[in-house]
Each structure stands twice: as structure tokens, then as C-alpha cells.
């Protein structure tokens, strides 16, 4: 059973600070994303990494997939109380159209 | 564009009645996922349909869930004798092709189903 375990599960910082969230499994993903949930809503894609050791940008926040794909990290810069949501890494398998979750990150951004 | 529906929103019901949750996907999106979320946790995956099958319900916790989808659009949740433990969130999600990288799921906001 492919399992994505994220750390921490809560985070509350104060606002400027920075702050990494990882996603971590023992199978190998041919993908792997990223979304944010607002109270209420559904989780919104931000990324989608494919390739071993891949970084990609969203203006202050930087994701990173291992060499091994088999972890990803989400890294913030300067938080913002905007940045508050839940986060959630999902993995996905190209022989399959399951995708997992992981349990979420809520991070709390105070002013 | 339309994004997707979940119908109804929030449903309170007793236990042991049934119920029926709703998902209305993007159109054109052959590919349809539920999920199911407690307060403030991950996804625990359900289901999912190609079109009308569903190559993947390892997910359904009980034999008292079932899901179709007809037409290649519209799912259906059904949860028969509720129970306490199956008060949650329930959210669908779709997109333009199972299994591709470059077609991230669409959720729909979810119906909160609370069994008293």
C-alpha cells in the first residue's frame, strides 16, 4: 500500500518567518503534487513535479522532488497571513490513475 | 467555465437511513475521483472512474458504499445504514484523464454529511 506521510501536521508561525513542509513515502511516484484548502472549499493544484530532483518556483514558495521520487518538500519564504490553508501533497502513479494524499499540513501565518 | 458540482452541500441524517451524494464533474472531464476527509485531515481515497468504470474502489471502507457513474458524467456516492463513523466530508474531484500528470484533479467544494 503507497502511504505519504507529511510533516509537521501543524505549523504556526508569525508572519516574515520561513518555514518547509515535507512529504515523504517508501514508493516511488511518477508524480507528485501539491495543492492548498481553504475552510469550506476543495484543494486547489499549486505544482506538479514529474522528474527526479526537479525545483520549481511560485513566486515565494519553492517545491522540490527528490532524486528518488520518492519525497517532495515545500519550502515558503517571508509567510504571509495569505498563506494560511492546509496543505496537501498528493503522489501519482503512471500505471494508474489513483492518486493519494498525504494527511495535510495546517500552517497558520500570524500578522 | 462551470467547475464541479457536489449536491447537497450538507446533509444531517439518522442512523441507519441511506443517503446519496451528487457529483457533477467538468465537462469533458472523463476521469472522476471521491475522497473522503475528516476535520482538518488529508484525503482518503474512495474511488475512481474512467468513464463509466471504475478500475480502482479499494478505497470504499464497506460494502455499505457504492458509487456509479452514467453517461461518462454524472456519480453518484450512495452510503446505505449510516453510521456515526461515516460523518465527514465527501469530496469529488475531476479531470480531463486518469493516471497524466498534466490533468490535475478539479475538486468540487464537498457535502458534509453528519450522522447523528
Known amino acids: 500500500t503507497q502511504l505519504l506521510e507529511q510533516s509537521p501536521q501543524f505549523l504556526s508561525i508569525q508572519e516574515g518567518e520561513n518555514l518547509t513542509v515535507y512529504c515523504n513515502s517508501s514508493?516511488?511516484?511518477?508524480?507528485l503534487q501539491w495543492y492548498r484548502q481553504e475552510p469550506g472549499e476543495g484543494p486547489v493544484l499549486l505544482v506538479t513535479v514529474v522528474t527526479g530532483g526537479e525545483v520549481k518556483k511560485l513566486k515565494r514558495l519553492t517545491f522540490q522532488f527528490g532524486d528518488a521520487r520518492k519525497d517532495s518538500s515545500l519550502h515558503i519564504t517571508a509567510a504571509q497571513p495569505g498563506d494560511t490553508g492546509l496543505y496537501l501533497c498528493?503522489?501519482?502513479?503512471?500505471?494508474?490513475?489513483?492518486?493519494?494524499f498525504g494527511q495535510g499540513t495546517t500552517l497558520q501565518v500570524k500578522p | 467555465g462551470a467547475g464541479v458540482s457536489q449536491s447537497p452541500s450538507n446533509k444531517v441524517t439518522e442512523k441507519g437511513k441511506d443517503v446519496e451524494l451528487r457529483c457533477d464533474p467538468i465537462s469533458g472531464h472523463t476521469a472522476l475521483y471521491w475522497y473522503r476527509q475528516s476535520l482538518g485531515q488529508g484525503l482518503e481515497f474512495l474511488i475512481y472512474f474512467q468513464g463509466n468504470s471504475a478500475p480502482d474502489k479499494s478505497g470504499l471502507p464497506s460494502d455499505r458504499f457504492s458509487a456509479e457513474r452514467t453517461g461518462g458524467s454524472v456519480s453518484t456516492l450512495t452510503i446505505q445504514r449510516t453510521q456515526q463513523e461515516d460523518s465527514a466530508v465527501y469530496l469529488c474531484?475531476?479531470?480531463?484523464?486518469?493516471?497524466?500528470?498534466?490533468?490535475?484533479?478539479?475538486f468540487g467544494n464537498g457535502t458534509r454529511l453528519t450522522v447523528t
Open positions: 474531484a475531476s479531470s480531463r484523464l486518469a493516471g497524466s500528470y498534466n490533468s490535475p484533479l478539479h
Open positions: 498528493a503522489g501519482g502513479s503512471s500505471n494508474t490513475g489513483k492518486l493519494i
Open positions: 514508493s516511488v511516484f511518477s508524480s
